[in-house]
């Protein structure tokens, strides 16, 4: 695929994202497909304004009730972030399931409520007062099975990633001295599994959990969990 400078930056960035194989694997299947906008959100000037918008280059429906929200197929839905809908997973599993693209748009974006959306694989994340171009680009870019995100957002998250690789890099230093095996429960340790959680985890016994994690403080220089956290959390 033929894929600007500009959308590799934001298809590495959603890259890193635990689930992007199977979205994807989802987006490739609708390359090529005529697909309906569909445009939902409980601000009617928002709405009104992405329909004069799109309508310069598409043919877009506006939807008003959540039944037939739901009961959408086959299409783009752009959806307003301030909808009241429940669970934000169910929503979107129900959507996926008849073959929708999803492109969340909000009045006030954050790189919070992006992670937060992008973790359930919606296709798109930008500001819904966005420029005339930005929409476009948004709108191709999805339909063509790609992932999109607002400049701002996909800039917040490439620094993200950086300070998270910087992260990666001091922790590798810290755990330079630890076996694989010790390295591997040093990484539970820090998310703060308990030694019980780490032995169904990765199949031992809690003697060989209890072991491994005297080694690692004496290794460390540490002398128990709290300190052991000050250290690899910096």
Do not use: C
């Not at 809908?85 to 006030?108: P, Y």
């Amino acid at each position: 695929f033929k894929i600007s400078l500009y959308f590799n930056i934001v298809i590495y960035n959603i890259i890193l994202h635990k689930k992007i194989k199977k979205l994807l694997k989802y987006n490739i299947l609708n390359i090529g497909k005529k697909m309906e906008i569909v445009l939902f959100g409980d601000n009617i000037e928002i709405i009104s304004r992405w329909e004069k918008i799109l309508n310069k280059k598409y043919k877009t429906k506006i939807i008003s009730n959540e039944e037939d929200f739901y009961f959408t197929e086959n299409s783009l839905l752009i959806i307003l972030a301030s909808i009241k809908t429940g669970n934000k997973e169910i929503m979107v599993k129900k959507l996926q399931k008849n073959k929708n693209l999803i492109l969340i748009l909000d009045e006030i974006p954050s790189f919070s409520k992006a992670k937060a959306w992008l973790d359930e694989e919606v296709n798109g994340y930008g500001n819904a007062l966005m420029q005339d171009l930005f929409f476009y680009s948004a709108v191709e870019t999805i339909i063509s099975g790609y992932s999109w995100l607002s400049p701002q957002i996909a800039h917040e998250l490439f620094l993200n990633i950086s300070k998270e690789k910087d992260n990666f890099e001091k922790q590798d230093d810290i755990f330079s001295n630890l076996t694989s095996s010790e390295i591997n429960i040093a990484k539970y340790l820090k998310i703060g599994y308990k030694n019980i959680e780490i032995s169904e985890e990765l199949n031992i016994s809690i003697n060989t959990v209890k072991k491994h994690i005297k080694n690692i403080y004496t290794k460390l220089n540490v002398s128990d969990r709290v300190s052991f956290l000050k250290l690899v959390m910096g």
